[in-house]
């Protein structure tokens, strides 16, 4: 997907860009490319972006640690907002200060370019679920038949406690 350049949206049919979404993104780690579309709004003072997509990624389980296949599903909007000193921002590097619920929104300029790859990736991501298993029931790793019954090994170094603890 090509960045689009903000100022174009205003020149569009209904101030629209629906973009058909059938591409691998850089940085996802997927089994198939990403599908759906996505739907980027001019609303003069804001950008309206919204998409449905799709991939299939392998994951692996926190319990067993074997890997599986899951259907990575987005159906997402989010308001961005277009402001001059969007570039002003950070253009001091970053600074430890105070961030306000007021500033926990997306900002771009006004003349700035729009990446739907990278909106899309991020999203995408955010989607991912926090616990990965396999299956509800997966009763994670288990020990061997013959795991309980071999002796552990022990460290030379420890072996006069070991002597302590069968004697007591």
């Known amino acids: 997907m090509e960045p689009i350049y903000i100022p174009n949206l205003v020149k569009a049919l209904d101030r629209t860009l629906s973009v058909e979404v059938r ?7 997927s089994l198939t490319a990403v599908t759906g579309r996505m ?16 991939t299939i990624i392998t994951l692996t389980c926190d319990r067993c640690l074997q890997q599986y296949n899951h259907c990575l599903k987005v ?18 590097g970053p600074v430890d200060r ?3 619920l007021e500033d926990l929104v997306e900002v771009l300029h006004p003349r700035d370019y729009f990446y739907p790859n ?12 926090h616990r990965q298993l396999c299956d509800r029931q997966c009763p994670g790793i288990q020990p061997g038949p013959d795991a309980r019954e071999s002796q552990p090994l022990l460290d030379r170094r420890w072996a ?5 603890k069968i004697e007591n």
Do not use: F
């Open 160 to 164: 006069r406690l070991a002597g302590l």
């Open 39 to 54: 739907l980027v709004r001019h609303q003069r003072n804001y950008l309206e972006v919204s998409a449905t997509a799709e």
């Open 118 to 129: 990278e909106w899309l990736y991020e999203h995408l991501c955010l989607s991912m679920p």
């Open 98 to 100: 105070e961030v306000g």
């Open 75 to 92: 159906d997402t909007s989010e308001l961005i907002w277009l402001d001059e000193a969007a570039d002003k921002q950070d253009a001091d």
């Open 23 to 29: 591409d691998r993104l850089p940085g996802l780690e």
